[in-house]
């Protein structure tokens, strides 16, 4: 068993940065691909990022590279997601997640394991 919990959620002001942590507890990292997912009002959950732990190869979606990086440390077991050029698209809730996943499937939220409870970015235009 795996428990996330993100935190670094807020109110932003466009252009602003914000960092996201996920800290995971019960069983580490290592043997997951880690990823951070967000869902706005009335849409779908998309993918934003994610991390093979093995190797660290990371992979973003089209709408954040070049804004958005993922990282980790592995001594304090988490997983961060630095946010710059923030744009009011941007506001949603945004969950991280794990699980034994496919390089291939990474971006489908379906097939994550674990799921944290999810932390509000709200980015004012």
């Known amino acids: 068993q795996v428990q996330l919990v993100e935190s670094g959620g807020g109110l932003v002001q466009a252009g602003g940065s914000l960092r996201l942590a996920c800290a995971a507890s019960?069983?580490?990292?290592?043997?997951?691909?880690t990823g951070w997912f967000r869902q706005a009002p009335g849409k779908e959950r998309e993918f934003v990022a994610g991390?093979?732990?093995?190797?660290?190869?990371?992979y973003y979606a089209d709408s954040v590279k070049g804004r958005f990086t993922i990282s980790r440390d592995n001594a304090k077991n988490t997983v961060y997601l630095q946010m710059n050029s923030l744009k009011s698209e941007d506001t949603a809730v945004y969950y991280c997640?794990?699980?034994?996943?496919?390089?291939?499937?990474?971006?489908?939220?379906?097939?994550?394991?674990?799921w944290g409870q999810g932390t509000q970015v709200t980015v004012s235009s």
């Open positions: 019960g069983r580490t990292f290592s043997w997951y691909t």
């Open positions: 991390l093979i732990w093995t190797g660290g190869t990371t």
């Open positions: 997640a794990t699980g034994s996943v496919a390089v291939s499937r990474l971006v489908l939220a379906s097939e994550y394991d674990y």
